[in-house]
C-alpha cells in the first residue's frame, strides 16, 4: 500500500508541538511505532516526511539517491532561498553564499574535494595529540567553576560546557583568544535563525575571517587558517575564496554548540542517573563507552539537515517522490528496538559497536560527523576531569526543572545548574 498526504491515515505532526519540543524521544516513538512514514509540518516551510526507524536513518543518511543539495535533484523547480532570505534580511547575497557553501551543504564531487582538504586535521591520531591540551584547559576552567557559583550554585553549561570546545576549536583553527567572545556572541545570532541578529552576525564572522586570513598570509602560524590560506593560494581550483572563508566559519560554528551541548545533556543524565554515575566512577575506564552511549541516548542534535531523493524512492511502505524533503530523525533511530534492546534505558556498559559506533548522533555516510573523535575526545576530558574532582556533584534542582527546547532539531538545555559539595 503506497500512502500519501492526502490519504490522511496518519495525521501530520507539528515540529513546533509543545510537547515534541519537551519530549522528542516518546513523539518520535509514537511516530516511528505508528509503522509509515509521517509528514512533519514546520510553520512557513513545504512539509516534510519524518524518517524515525533506525534502518530507514541510515538509508536516507547512506544511500545516494539522497542528496543534501536540493539543486542537485534533476527536473527540481528551486525556490531560490538565497533571494527569499535575502528579501527577508537584506543580507548581501556575498554573505549569505556562506550559509550554503559549507561541507554539508554540497555533494558528490565538491564534498569530497573539501572534505579531503580538512580531515587530516581531523583523524583520530590528530586528535589523540590534541588530548593533553584539551585536558589543561578543562582543569583550567575548572579552578575558577567555585568562583562562579552564586549561593552555591552554578551553571555548568555557561561556565564548564560551553568554554571548553570553543577554546578547542578556535585553537585549532586559529581563532585568537581575544576574539572568541565576539564569535560566541556571532554564533548565537546564527543559532537564533532568521531574524535582526542574522545580517550583523553573518557579516561579523566573514569580516573578521577575511582579516585573519589576511594577517596568516603574512604571518603563518601552526593552526588550520594557515593550511587553508597555503592550498589557496597555491591552487585556487582546490579551495577558492568563498569556500575558504565558508570552511573557517563552519567549523567554529559546528565544533562548539553540538560539543557544549553533549557535556551539558550527558552531565545532567548522569547526574539524574546515580546506579549509572556510581558505575561511572567507581570504572573510569568506562568513560569511552559511556560517552557512545550518551550520544545514543542524548545527542544533541536530534534530526540532521534535510534530505532529497533525486528518483521516487519507497521507503518502509511510503512512496517518496523525487524532491521531496525527507528528515532524517536520529533520536527516532537511537531509541528504535529494532536496533537496541531496551532502548530507553541508559546504559554505560551497552557495546557500542564495531570501528564506527552503531548509534546515529553523528550522522552517518558522506556526511558523518567531521569532528566527531574530537566531540567524544572533550566529552571524555570533560567527564573524567568534572567528576574527579567534584565527588560530591549534584543538580541544585529537579530532573523536572530542567529545561529543553526550543529548537525541535536539537536537545538543548537551557542550563544545568549544580551544586559542586
Ligand atoms: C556533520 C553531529 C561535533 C564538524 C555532523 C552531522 C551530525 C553531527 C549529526 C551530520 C549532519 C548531516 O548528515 O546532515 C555532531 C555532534 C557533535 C559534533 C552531536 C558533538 C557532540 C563536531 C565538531 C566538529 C564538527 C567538534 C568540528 C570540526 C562537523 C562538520 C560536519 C559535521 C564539518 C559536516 C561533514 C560533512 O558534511 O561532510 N555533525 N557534531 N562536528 N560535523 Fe559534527
Known amino acids: 500500500m503506497t500512502l500519501h498526504p492526502s490519504d490522511g491515515a496518519h495525521a501530520p505532526v507539528s515540529l513546533v508541538d509543545e510537547e515534541l519540543v519537551r519530549d522528542p524521544f516518546t ?11 509521517v509528514r512533519g509540518l514546520i510553520p512557513g516551510a513545504d512539509p516534510v516526511w519524518l524518517v524515525t526507524r533506525y534502518d530507514d536513518v541510515r538509508l536516507v543518511l547512506t544511500d545516494p ?32 553564499d556562506h550559509l550554503r557553501r559549507g561541507l554539508g551543504d554540497v555533494d558528490g564531487a565538491d564534498h569530497t574535494r573539501l572534505r ?6 581531523f583523524t583520530a591520531r590528530r586528535v589523540a595529540e590534541l588530548r593533553p591540551r584539551v585536558e589543561e584547559i578543562a582543569e583550567r576552567l575548572l579552578d575558577r567553576l567555585p568562583e562562579a557559583a552564586e549561593n552555591g550554585v552554578v551553571d555548568l553549561l555557561r561556565h564548564f560546557a560551553y568554554p571548553l570546545p570553543i577554546a578547542v576549536i578556535c585553537e585549532l583553527v586559529g581563532i585568537p583568544e581575544q576574539d572568541r567572545g565576539r564569535w560566541r556572541e556571532w554564533s548565537a545570532a546564527l543559532a537564533a535563525g532568521l531574524g535582526p541578529g ?46 575558504l572563508v565558508t570552511m573557517v566559519i563552519s567549523l567554529v560554528l559546528a565544533g562548539h554548540e553540538t560539543t557544549a551541548h553533549l557535556i551539558a545533556n550527558g552531565t545532567a543524565a548522569l547526574l539524574t542517573h546515580p546506579g549509572q554515575l556510581a558505575a561511572l566512577r567507581r570504572n573510569p575506564e568506562l568513560t569511552p563507552r559511556a560517552v557512545h552511549e550518551l550520544m545514543r541516548w542524548c545527542g544533541p542534535v536530534l534530526a540532521t539537515r534535510m534530505r532529497y531523493p533525486t528518483e521516487d524512492v519507497r521507503i518502509a511502505d511510503t512512496l517518496v517522490r523525487r524532491g ?17 534492546q531496551d532502548p530507553d534505558r541508559l546504559d554505560i556498559t ?55 527546547g526550543p529548537n525541535p532539531g536539537a536537545w538543548h538545555l537551557a542550563s544545568v545548574p549544580v551544586r559542586l559539595q
Do not use: K, W
Open 198 to 243: 542574522m545580517e550583523p552576525a553573518l557579516r561579523g564572522l566573514a569580516d573578521h575571517t577575511r582579516e585573519l586570513i589576511g594577517r596568516r598570509r603574512a604571518e603563518p602560524a601552526d593552526d588550520l587558517i594557515t593550511e587553508l590560506v597555503r592550498v589557496h593560494d597555491e591552487d585556487g581550483d582546490r579551495l577558492d575564496e568563498t569556500e
Open 27 to 37: 513523539a518520535y516513538a509514537r511516530v516511528r511505532e505508528s509503522g509509515t512514514l
Open 65 to 96: 539517491r539522497f542528496v543534501s543539495d536540493v539543486t542537485a535533484v534533476p527536473g527540481q523547480a528551486v525556490p531560490d532561498v538565497v533571494e527569499q532570505i535575502r528579501a527577508a534580511t537584506g543580507i548581501a547575497p556575498e554573505y549569505l
Open 324 to 340: 521531496e524533503p525527507v528528515l532524517p530523525v536520529l533520536a527516532g533511530g537511537n531509541r528504535d528496538p529494532r536496533a537496541y
Open 116 to 121: 579531503r582538504l580538512v580531515s587530516r586535521a
Open 350 to 404: 551497552r557495546d557500542p559497536g564495531g570501528r564506527r559506533e552503531t548509534h546515529l548522533g553523528f550522522g552517518q555516510g558522506r556526511h558523518y560527523c567531521l569532528g566527531a573523535a574530537l566531540a567524544r575526545q572533550e566529552a571524555e576530558v570533560a567527564f573524567t576531569a568534572l567528576l574527579r574532582r567534584f565527588p560530591g556533584l549534584r543538580l541544585a534542582v529537579t530532573a523536572d526543572d530542567l529545561r529543553h
